[in-house]
Nanobody, 125 residues
Framework: QVQLVESGGGAVQAGGSLRLSCAASGFTFGNFAVAWFRQAPWKDCNVVAALTKSGETTVYADSVKGRFTISRDNANNTMYRKMNSLKPEDTAVYYC??????????????????WGKGTLVTVSS
């Protein structure tokens, strides 16, 4: 059974940090480009960051550049995102997603093959 399971969300004050994890199972994680998306209340889902199969190339949304870091551990079928200097506008449900057999960073919401169920991050001012 294919699964992506996010963890590490929660409530934090502005300026704080969180580290999210996404554990993959049921497929060969190393063959998939991965990405983090987020959806704030009453807003569209948007990509936060994307990472190639090898982990060598990353892409970040302008809104999180310099504050968020995405990484992966293919040996342990897990991807991570470290979020620093959190702002109230970072409040959202965060999803990890995977795209099969893509050689670059991939971040088209409609093209992802697998999705996690999401984890809520709430940043208070």
């Amino acid at each position: 059974q294919v699964q992506l399971v996010e963890s590490g969300g929660g409530a934090v004050q502005a300026g704080g940090s969180l580290r999210l994890s996404c554990a993959a199972s049921g497929f060969t994680f190393g063959n998939f480009a991965v990405a983090w998306f987020r959806q704030a209340p009453w807003k569209d889902c948007n990509v936060v960051a994307a990472l190639t199969k090898s982990g060598e190339t990353t892409v970040y949304a302008d809104s999180v550049k310099g504050r968020f870091t995405i990484s992966r551990d293919n040996a342990n079928n897990t991807m991570y995102r470290k979020m620093n200097s959190l702002k109230p506008e970072d409040t959202a449900v965060y999803y990890c997603a995977a795209k099969a057999w893509y050689n670059g960073p991939y971040y088209q919401e409609n093209g992802m093959d697998y999705w996690g169920k999401g984890t809520l991050v709430t940043v208070s001012s």
